[in-house]
C-alpha cells in the first residue's frame, strides 16, 4: 500500500513537473514573438489579416501580436463586455469598439458564454497581446492532439505548426475549433478514466455545441462516469459567466442564435446542409453513414467524430482542423493512408477563405470517411453486439507508421 503511494506521489510530481516545463516554454515562446513584433514590420502589414496576404503572413501578424482583427476578436470583445457587466452579446461591431478597435460585424457573438469562460482571462491584457497568447496557445492545441493520438513528439511540434502557417490552420488558430480536436484526443485518450475523458468531452463541446455528440459514444460503451464528470465541467463553465450575468444565457438563445441563423444563410458557409435539400434528410443520411461507418470498423468514437464534422450547420475549412484525431488513428491502417494524404492537400492546396469553392469542404468529409472506411478493429469504443454487426467483410492486420508512438 505505502510503495503504492509513493508511486502516485512521483508519478503525479512527474506530470506537475512535465506541466511547469511547457507553460515555462510557452511563455518564452509568447514573450519572444511579442519582442520581435514590436521591432520588425511583416510584410503587407497594412493589410492585417486580409486573405491576399496569404497564410503565412496571417499567421505571423497573429503569432507576434499585429494589429488586425480575427475572429479571436468577436470572443474577446465578449468576453471583455462580460467582464464589465455589458451583454456579451450585443452586437459585436458596438463591442469591438469597446476594446479599441473596429470592425463591422453586423451580428452577436455566434459562440455560447462556455467559451467566454475559456477566453476571459485574456482580458487582462490588450487584443494584440491576448490574440498572440491564443494563437500560440491553439498551436500549442495542435500540438498536444497529435501527441495524444500516439504522434511522437518531435513530429507533433513539427505538424502543429506546420498546420498553424498554412490554410486552413492559420485562420484556425484565430479560433476555437482547435479546442475541438483536443477535446476528441483527450476524450478518447483517456476513455477509461472518467475525470481526464469528461474534460475532454466538455472542452469538445465548449466552443460549439455539436461537441456534445461524443456523448454518443459514452454512452454506447457504459462509460457514465466520464458523462458524470463531462457534465459537471460542462455546467462550472456555463456558470462562471453566469455568475457574471445572470441573463447571458437568455441573451445568447436570443441574439447568439440569431447570429448562428445569419452564419448559416452566408454564400460561403461549405456546410453540406441547406443546399436545396431539408436538412433533416441531409442529416438522416449523414447519421446513416457514421452508422454504416460503425458497423464497418465495429467502433463507435470516430464515426461519431465524423458526423459531428460533416453535420455542422456552419462550416469553413478550418472546421475540419476536428478531424485531425481521426484522421492520425486511420494512418495505422494501409487502405487509409492514400485518403489522409488527399484530404490534407486538398485542406493545405484550397485557396483562402472566401475564396475557395465550398464544394472543397464536402469533398474533404467525403475522403475523411474513405479513410476512416479502412479502419478495422479500433475498439476503443466497440459495438455493443459488434460481432453480430460486422457487416462489411474481415479485419485486416494494422500497419505501424514512422511517427506512431509505441504503446
Do not use: C
Not at 514590436?38 to 505571423?60: N, T
Not at 493520438?149 to 482547435?178: C, Q, S
Amino acid at each position: 500500500m505505502v510503495r503504492t503511494s509513493e508511486f502516485e506521489s512521483r508519478n503525479a510530481f512527474r506530470l506537475i513537473g512535465k506541466i511547469a516545463a511547457w507553460v515555462l516554454i510557452y511563455l518564452a515562446v509568447l514573450v519572444g514573438l511579442l519582442s520581435v513584433g514590436r521591432y520588425i514590420a511583416l510584410p503587407d502589414r497594412e493589410l492585417a489579416l486580409a486573405r491576399v496576404a496569404g497564410a503565412l503572413a496571417s499567421a505571423a501578424h497573429v503569432l507576434t501580436g499585429q494589429e488586425g482583427p480575427a475572429d479571436f476578436l468577436v470572443d474577446y470583445a465578449s468576453a471583455a463586455a462580460l467582464r464589465d457587466g455589458v451583454d456579451p452579446y450585443e452586437i459585436s461591431e458596438v463591442l469591438i469598439e469597446r476594446v479599441g478597435e473596429r470592425w463591422p460585424v453586423s451580428h452577436a457573438n455566434p459562440h455560447p458564454p462556455t467559451l467566454l469562460a475559456l477566453v476571459l482571462p485574456l482580458t487582462v491584457v490588450h487584443y494584440e497581446w491576448a490574440l498572440a497568447a491564443w494563437s500560440l496557445a491553439m498551436v500549442g492545441v495542435l500540438i498536444a492532439t497529435f501527441r495524444l493520438v500516439g504522434v511522437r513528439l518531435a513530429w507533433a511540434v513539427v505538424l502543429g505548426f506546420a498546420i498553424g502557417i498554412t490554410w486552413p490552420g492559420a485562420y484556425g488558430i484565430t479560433n476555437p475549433v482547435p479546442l475541438i480536436g483536443l477535446g476528441v484526443a483527450a476524450a478518447w485518450r483517456w476513455r477509461d478514466t472518467p475525470a481526464a475523458a469528461g474534460a475532454g468531452i466538455a472542452l469538445a463541446a465548449a466552443p460549439k455545441l455539436s461537441g456534445l455528440l461524443l456523448v454518443v459514444p459514452f454512452l454506447f460503451t457504459g462509460r457514465v462516469k466520464a458523462l458524470v464528470w463531462g457534465a459537471t465541467l460542462t455546467v462550472a463553465l456555463a456558470v462562471v459567466p453566469l455568475a457574471l450575468d445572470t441573463g447571458v444565457w437568455t441573451s445568447y438563445f436570443d441574439s447568439g442564435v440569431e447570429a448562428i441563423d445569419l452564419n448559416i444563410g452566408r454564400a460561403d458557409n461549405a456546410s453540406l446542409l441547406g443546399r436545396g435539400i431539408p436538412g433533416a434528410v441531409v442529416v438522416s443520411v449523414l447519421a446513416a453513414a457514421a452508422i454504416a461507418l460503425a458497423m464497418r470498423t465495429g467502433d463507435v468514437y470516430w464515426p461519431t467524430v465524423w458526423l459531428m464534422v460533416a453535420a455542422l450547420p456552419i462550416a469553413w475549412m478550418y472546421s475540419l482542423l476536428t478531424l485531425i484525431p481521426a484522421l492520425v488513428r486511420s494512418l495505422r491502417y494501409s487502405a487509409s493512408i492514400g485518403f489522409v494524404i488527399a484530404s490534407a492537400a486538398v485542406m493545405v492546396g484550397s485557396a483562402p477563405l472566401g475564396q475557395y469553392p465550398t464544394f472543397t469542404f464536402g469533398l474533404v468529409v467525403a475522403l475523411a470517411y474513405l479513410a476512416l472506411w479502412g479502419m478495422r478493429d479500433e475498439l476503443g469504443f466497440p459495438l455493443p453486439t459488434r460481432r453480430g454487426l460486422r457487416w462489411f467483410g474481415e479485419p485486416e492486420v494494422e500497419r505501424d507508421v514512422s511517427f506512431e508512438r509505441s504503446e
